[in-house]
């Protein structure tokens, strides 16, 4: 691939919009006439050789009062699309005076399937305000200038047009760092974990590839080509069709003229959102590959999903009925919905085949830890690892996209894992493997080579421990939270101050305590005589006491009101007696303190209760735990695993260092000073 033709078009490109639109659109706007131009271009270049032979059947069939001429059409052209009017963008540029008029009738003589890409653009609602600013024609001269050569570009190399076009705008925008295209060494390198592991299973046959989040189409193309090259070396003959679904209208309109250059069915590549609406619910695909927006918001999904909040979401896809038929949610904050696209992915493997369903999918490093037990991430990693779909995860090296430096991993998970991979996860650290491009693109600075691509797949094939490559049990990942509780201890008092706040409490708050308020004065009265004004550190032994002198005085007062009451007299005492929630003639329950619980992580590879009596016991030996909250968790912590100590320097070293610069600075302030003078 050449990079520098990529950048010289590019450029050329881009200054289009400076040279033509500067004073017409906004900046932000630009790309809402030079996106739809360069497919328009692109799709207009590969027409010109068969131009005259579409024009001639075209004839042909119309005087023979043909109405359906799309299939000899396509033919005529070579290609799935066609154009059968009499213009091209250079024919255009023939009469100056009618240029609107003339590229209305030309986009009109375009296939149905362009005529809906530029309309997917709403490029027509450019075309009057381009042509008021007498600028159209300059345009379409601009882009038939031949250095403009997009009909010699690979569709790989238009791919990177589009993409580095793309991000020259988002970046002009500010928008948001999670929305980026995939670079096609990280695409090879999904590509050969997708494919390469189970290539001497593939036979003969139709396999269905999709992306959930298919932006302009590359991962799929990329999918096919590598899918078709190793069927070839195996001899066998396949079938590939791709599926993808795509929210932002521009980026789907280039992704379904991607899918006509390369002579798929553009039908397959769907609008909308694949979170709230999913295009594809009914089928199941062999292999998903995918790189989903991170960082980014999916509350309009979410308000769509639970009716504005009026229900809960109950779409299949996010809630899992468990068979003891507890609900088992997987939904995530809805400040990032990244998770979301694989759990729909998931939702879609293929169970009845023999190779079952392999997904390729990018993830920033919030999705390997962010979410407490419980919690819709954390959920979502444990329904994963306990199924044994996760295989693998690969630490990429950073600036290897085009808007964002951050630190990326790419996931690979199956529903066949091979037999030694089976209850294990393997995690490859390729941070130190890449090169450094020779010319940025955008934050991109980093690339891999097909020798770093190969290094990776080494480690994942071999499946040994070494410094970059680390295997672990599935419960490995897994810890426990549990509540640590401590016993509440409660010291009463009944004061004149507390009962003053009392009967204030009364007059604020009527509905509370309207079960006391009839019995104010008696209350205060029984409460004095009973305990006077000493302090009492049994709070058991003050409520049986006061329950006898209740029943005594024949007042009636709930054990709710009672609780409401000696909140006025009590607080907490650490050497106050336990409060009794609960006696049995086999044991005693204490109330816990709010105040005091905590939580720990307790790792699932080590006894709960040895670790409570090693880690708590020692420190709180009143504490016990609350086994009804516990609660299982996942997350991967990476760094941790691959964490590397680096000896601190001696302090002999240290010392010496600073005696050498003490040196090399000796005099350096007298020659400060000596300047000033």
């Known amino acids: 691939m050449n990079n520098v033709r990529i950048n010289e078009i590019v450029s050329f490109i881009w200054g289009i919009a400076d040279d033509v639109l500067r004073d017409v659109l906004v900046r932000g706007k630009y790309r809402d006439v030079i996106l739809p131009m360069t497919v328009i271009r692109r799709i207009d270049a590969l027409l010109e050789p068969t131009k005259a032979e579409v024009e001639k059947i075209h004839k042909f069939l119309n005087e023979k009062g043909m109405v359906n001429q799309d299939a000899a059409l396509r033919k005529a052209s070579g290609r799935p699309f066609y154009n059968t009017s009499k213009f091209t963008l250079r024919r255009l540029l023939d009469e100056p005076s009618h240029i609107k008029e003339n590229f209305e009738v030309y986009l009109a003589g375009f296939s149905p399937n362009v005529r809906e890409i530029v309309h997917k653009f709403k490029f027509h609602n450019q075309l009057e305000t381009l042509d008021e600013a007498n600028v159209l024609y300059k345009l379409v001269e601009k882009y038939t200038d031949p250095k403009v050569k997009l009909e010699e570009l690979s569709n790989l190399e238009m791919g990177y047009v589009f993409e580095e076009l793309i991000r020259r705008f988002n970046e002009e925008n500010n928008e948001e760092a999670g929305e980026h295209f995939t670079p096609r060494d990280v695409v090879a390198l999904m590509t050969h974990l997708l494919f390469e592991p189970i290539k001497d299973k593939i036979q003969g046959g139709t396999f269905l590839v999709y992306d959930g989040a298919c932006g302009s189409g590359g991962m799929l193309t990329e999918s096919e080509n590598f899918i078709k090259k190793i069927a070839e070396e195996n001899g066998k003959k396949v079938t590939v069709e ?49 790189n989903p927006p991170y960082g980014k918001s999916w509350k309009v999904d979410q308000d769509i999903l639970s009716d504005n909040g009026k229900k809960e979401i109950e779409d299949p896809r996010f809630v899992k009925v468990l068979p003891n038929g507890e609900k088992l949610k997987l939904i995530p904050r809805s400040s990032d919905g990244q998770l979301l696209f694989l759990v729909n992915a998931l939702s879609k493997m293929k169970e009845s085949t023999e190779l079952g369903s392999r997904i390729a999918t990018i993830h920033n490093g919030s999705a390997l830890f962010t979410g407490d037990a419980g919690q819709g991430e954390s959920n979502i990693r444990k329904w994963i690892i306990e199924n044994d779909w996760l295989e693998a995860i690969i630490a990429l090296p950073n600036n290897m996209f085009y808007n964002t430096d951050i630190a990326t991993y790419i996931w690979v998970l199956t529903n066949r894992k091979a037999p030694h991979r089976k209850g294990k996860v ?252």
């Open 242 to 290: 791709l599926y993808g679904q795509e929210i932002q209208a521009e980026t789907f309109a280039i992704c379904q003229s991607d899918m006509l250059i390369h002579d798929k069915n553009p039908a397959n590549i769907r609008y909308g959102s694949t979170l709230s609406n999913d295009q594809f619910a009914d089928m199941k695909f062999d292999f998903m590959i995918m």
């Open 426 to 677: 393997q995690l490859i650290d390729a941070t130190n493997w890449y090169q450094k491009m020779r010319k940025n693109l955008g934050k991109k600075s980093y690339e891999l080579s097909e020798e770093h691509i190969s290094k990776i797949m080494e480690a994942y094939h071999n499946f040994v421990e070494t410094d970059e490559s680390k295997i672990f049990n599935n419960n490995e990942f897994g810890y426990a939270k549990i509540t640590i509780e401590r016993p509440l201890r409660l010291a009463t008092q009944i004061t004149e101050e507390r009962i003053q706040t009392m009967k204030e409490a009364f007059k604020s708050e009527p509905k509370k305590y309207k079960g006391l308020i009839p019995l104010e004065n008696e209350l205060i009265e029984l409460l004095q005589v009973t305990f006077g004004t000493d302090k009492h550190m049994d709070y058991n032994k003050v409520i049986a006491t006061f329950e006898a002198a209740i029943k005594e005085q024949n007042l009636k007062v709930s054990k709710a009101d009672m609780k409401k009451l000696f909140e006025f007299f009590t607080e907490r005492d650490e050497n106050a007696e336990k409060v009794i929630k609960k006696k049995t003639k086999t044991e005693i329950q204490y109330e816990p303190n709010p105040e005091l619980r905590d939580t720990e992580n307790v790792p699932l590879t080590e006894d709960i209760e040895e670790y409570f009596k090693r880690e708590v016991l020692p420190y709180v030996p009143d504490a016990w735990i609350d086994h009804e909250k516990t609660v299982i968790g996942y997350e991967i912590t990476f760094t941790k695993y691959f964490y590397k100590y680096e000896e601190l320097r001696s302090l002999e070293d240290i010392a010496r260092e600073l005696l050498e610069l003490e040196k090399q600075s000796e005099g350096l302030l007298h020659q400060i000073l000596d300047g000033e003078k």
